[in-house]
């Protein structure tokens, strides 16, 4: 009987240190804005981590989602690669913060990141306001990652109706092509490489599953270019690779 007892206390207090761990990383999922527990949303980190081998961070929004599972794929046997992918665009309160904590998360060697189809609903970012606005998320990314390898990736297209994908929306569509052309300046002007995933995928108009999103085929199309982008970074990096930061914060883990 006494054991029973004793087996009951050490099951309830083990309950307790399990929600007690569970409740600090959901805290640090919500500091974060990384939903970790399987949402659309969330800091997705690398399966594992190996002593030496570089690190990757892929940015982006829901077309992130489903190319970063096959970029990751890829890339098993090169680098380790996380992923944030977020529903913030560049006018979002706290944006910043958020992607400086991500980019705290490790010492990445390349970060491949888009940040444009969230704002293209009008009122969203004020009229004038885009160039500036990325300029400063670049910023961050200098400041945070000055020895990594940045690639920015452009915005793909926004079509008319779910029923038909491959027509391409008079109006929101030419939102992202301005703003892709902006983007592409900028870029420029920082020295970040640029991976034109628009120009890419506007040759397979057949490959689009709805207004935003593509179907497997045009993940596996932009898995392609993102993957050769960064292979390509990565052997003409030529700055020592620092295993000291090569971890993970315990909490998103």
């Not at 207090?13 to 399990?18: I, N, Q, R, T």
């Not at 969203?124 to 920015?152: C, F, H, N």
């Not at 870029?187 to 397979?204: R, S």
Request: with cysteine; charged share 25%.
């Amino acid at each position: 009987m006494k054991n029973k007892y004793k087996f009951r206390i050490i099951a309830v207090l083990l309950g307790c240190f399990l929600i007690s761990i569970v409740g600090a990383s959901a805290k640090s999922d919500k500091k974060l804005g990384l939903h970790t527990g399987g949402g659309r949303w969330g800091f997705r980190p690398a399966k594992q981590y190996h002593d030496g081998r570089p690190r990757i961070l892929l940015i982006g929004d829901s077309v992130c989602s489903q190319y970063s599972k096959l970029v990751v794929r890829e890339l098993e046997d090169t680098a380790d690669v996380d992923v944030w992918v977020t529903g913030k665009h560049l006018n979002s309160s706290g944006l910043h913060g958020l992607l400086t904590e991500a980019l705290e998360q490790g010492k990445y060697n390349v970060v491949h990141f888009n940040i444009g189809l969230h704002g293209w609903s009008d009122g969203r970012i004020p009229k004038g306001q885009y160039q500036p606005l990325l300029k400063a998320y670049v910023d961050v990314l200098k400041e945070k990652e000055p020895e990594a390898v940045l690639i920015w990736a452009s915005t793909t297209s926004i079509s008319e109706s779910k029923e038909n994908p491959r027509v391409l929306d008079p109006v929101h569509n030419l939102t992202i092509v301005e703003r892709n052309t902006i983007a592409a300046k900028v870029m420029k002007q920082e020295g970040v490489a640029i991976n034109d995933l628009y120009g890419l995928m506007a040759h397979y108009p057949e490959l689009k599953a709805d207004r935003f999103h593509w179907k497997s085929a045009g993940s596996a199309k932009m898995t392609e270019a993102i993957s050769q982008k960064i292979r390509s970074a990565l052997s003409k990096e030529s700055k020592p690779f620092d295993s000291e930061k090569n971890q993970i914060s315990s909490s998103l883990r």
